[in-house]
């Protein structure tokens, strides 16, 4: 007897080896008294008010990070023995520097109050 044949055949007493599953009626319900009770009065909503979000505009700040990286270069030429290191490093810096210079003195002008209507 091969395998296969061999798994068939337990697979075969296994199913017949089973309590056939019984059959039931299934009962009937009867339907209980629900007492009734009174709606609820409708209770009033509120004046929802509009809410106020802060909005900013995204800017790269592109003037800044030139300008900081030009600085930044001149700077780092000063300070490092190897002027080429010092003038790429300053660079990388000062545009960092120069970017969040420039964002933050330019938020108040990009960011502004918007009232977003109320969900009903």
Same mark, same amino acid.
């Given at each position: ?10 697979? +075969?007493? !296994?199913?017949? *080896?089973?309590? $056939? %599953?019984?059959? @039931? =009626?299934?009962?009937?319900? /009867?339907p209980?008294?629900? &007492? ?11 004046a ?16 800044g +990070?030139? !300008?900081?990286? *030009?600085?930044? $270069? %001149?700077?780092? @030429? =000063?300070?490092?023995?190897? /002027?080429?290191?010092?003038? &790429? ?30 969900k009903?």
């Amino acid at each position: 007897m091969s395998y296969t044949h061999k798994l068939f055949a337990c697979a +075969a007493l !296994a199913l017949l *080896a089973q309590p $056939a %599953a019984a059959v @039931t =009626k299934p009962k009937s319900a /009867k339907p209980k008294p629900v &007492a009734t009770q009174p709606a609820p009065a409708p209770t009033p909503t509120p004046a929802l008010a509009p809410k106020k979000t802060k909005v900013c505009d995204t800017t790269s700040a592109t003037t800044g +990070a030139a !300008a900081g990286s *030009a600085i930044g $270069a %001149a700077l780092g @030429t =000063k300070v490092l023995d190897d /002027k080429t290191l010092g003038a &790429a490093g300053g660079a990388a810096l000062g545009a960092v520097a120069g970017q969040a210079v420039e964002r933050t003195l330019t938020a108040k002008q990009r960011c502004r109050e918007v009232e977003t209507p109320p969900k009903p």
